[in-house]
């Protein structure tokens, strides 16, 4: 005869047991839980990782109120002089056509067109535009000493970055590239700086720019336009660059603004890789100055620079070739950090 309570003897062990199951069970979640929260980075961490990787607007590039903007091409007609301004920027748009090495007018210059760096004829907001030519020239300009005039800051480019020889103060095509450069800028009251003009200045690093560092950035962005060796890309007829060489015998030399790292860094900030804005960068503070530490590090014609810059103590900070004012050495001129070399010019 079976004894009636065994069944419900095996029940409550059977119960006894899932329990015990249960709680180890729930303790080894428990800790498991515990042992997530003590080592995982806590939320905030997580939130700033996710937003570092998210591309942000850089606010100190927008200032869309108030920021230049070239004229309306259209209006160019009813100008008195519209065709002379008409040729102005043609030849701005296609230099190396009529003044290249094979120029059909001239051949005083390395085969790049002027809006190779100064984007679509200098009417792009912070892309090295001509916007502010006619109300701030002429001017004393530290670099010679000298009051300079508008020809003669064209011809400084033809003999810097086109690595070539300035035009005749009274030839046709200098008369045209100035008419077109003070049409640009007929709103821009005479002596202002309106926002959007020139270059975009790049906030400083607290590290010396890296070249390493900058070829990086160059080989991932720069290589599909620019070629692995900064040879550029030439256009169909052969005769000028589509996309121009960086380093080399057809590039800018070393008296050119660009070989300062600082006009680099702020060119490409707010316009490189293609598709990039002053609104929407694609290369960090960082990046740029490293690219520029980079591209100006290859070697590329050199010009005779004894004249430059008489009151030594008016260098820029990135100017790359003594004698200086202070003590830093060249090498810090060129790649910084130039926080300390601000800091003894005050």
């Known amino acids: 005869m079976k004894n009636s309570s065994q069944p419900v003897?095996?029940?409550?062990?059977?119960?006894?047991?899932?329990?015990?199951?249960?709680?180890?069970?729930?303790?080894f979640v428990a800790a498991l839980v515990i042992s997530l929260w003590r080592f995982a980075p806590p939320a905030q961490v997580i939130n700033e990782k996710i937003q570092a990787a998210v591309p942000k607007t850089d606010f100190r590039l927008i200032k869309e109120e108030g920021l230049w903007k070239a004229p309306d091409w259209n209006e160019v007609a009813e100008e008195p002089n519209a065709e002379q301004i008409q040729y102005g920027r043609e030849l701005i748009a296609h230099t190396s056509e009529y003044l290249g090495p094979e120029g059909k007018v001239l051949q005083i210059s390395n085969g790049m067109?002027?809006?190779?760096?100064?984007?679509?004829?200098?009417?792009?907001?912070?892309?090295?535009?001509?916007?502010?030519?006619?109300?701030?020239?002429?001017?004393v300009r530290a670099r010679s000493g000298l009051s300079e005039d508008i020809p003669k800051r064209i011809n400084d480019c033809f003999e810097r970055s086109l690595n070539g020889r300035g035009l005749d103060t009274g030839s046709k095509e200098l008369k045209a590239m100035v008419a077109y450069m003070i049409w640009l800028g007929k709103d821009v009251?005479?002596?202002?700086?309106?926002?959007?003009?020139?270059?975009?200045?790049?906030?400083?690093?607290?590290r010396a720019a890296d070249p390493i560092l900058g070829k990086t950035v160059y080989d991932r962005q720069c290589t599909s336009c620019h070629g692995a060796e900064g040879q550029g890309l030439k256009a169909s007829?052969?005769?000028?660059?589509?996309?121009?060489?960086?380093?080399?015998?057809?590039?800018?030399n070393n008296g050119a603004g660009l070989y300062r790292l600082s006009r680099f860094a702020g060119y490409v900030k707010a316009n490189m890789p293609l598709g990039a804005t002053y609104e929407r960068p694609l290369l960090s503070d960082g990046e740029?100055?490293?690219?520029?530490?980079?591209?100006?590090?290859?070697?590329?014609p050199s010009k005779e620079l004894s004249g430059d810059w008489p009151d030594i103590s008016k260098k820029p900070m990135d100017h790359p070739f003594g004698p200086y004012a202070d003590t830093f050495s060249e090498q810090q001129h060129k790649y910084g950090p130039f926080q300390p070399i601000l800091a003894a010019k005050k």
């Not at 003897?9 to 303790?27: E, K, M, P, Y």
């Not at 007829?237 to 800018?252: A, M, N, Q, R």
Request: aromatic share 12%.
């Open 113 to 139: 067109n002027c809006q190779n760096c100064h984007l679509e004829a200098g009417t792009v907001p912070l892309g090295n535009n001509y916007g502010a030519v006619a109300a701030t020239y002429p001017k």
């Open 9 to 27: 003897v095996a029940l409550i062990q059977g119960l006894l047991g899932l329990s015990f199951i249960v709680f180890i069970l729930t303790l």
């Open 237 to 252: 007829s052969g005769t000028s660059y589509t996309y121009p060489p960086l380093w080399g015998p057809d590039s800018y």
């Open 288 to 300: 740029s100055w490293d690219l520029a530490a980079y591209v100006n590090s290859m070697e590329r």
């Open 189 to 206: 009251p005479k002596g202002s700086n309106l926002p959007g003009v020139g270059i975009y200045e790049v906030p400083l690093l607290d």
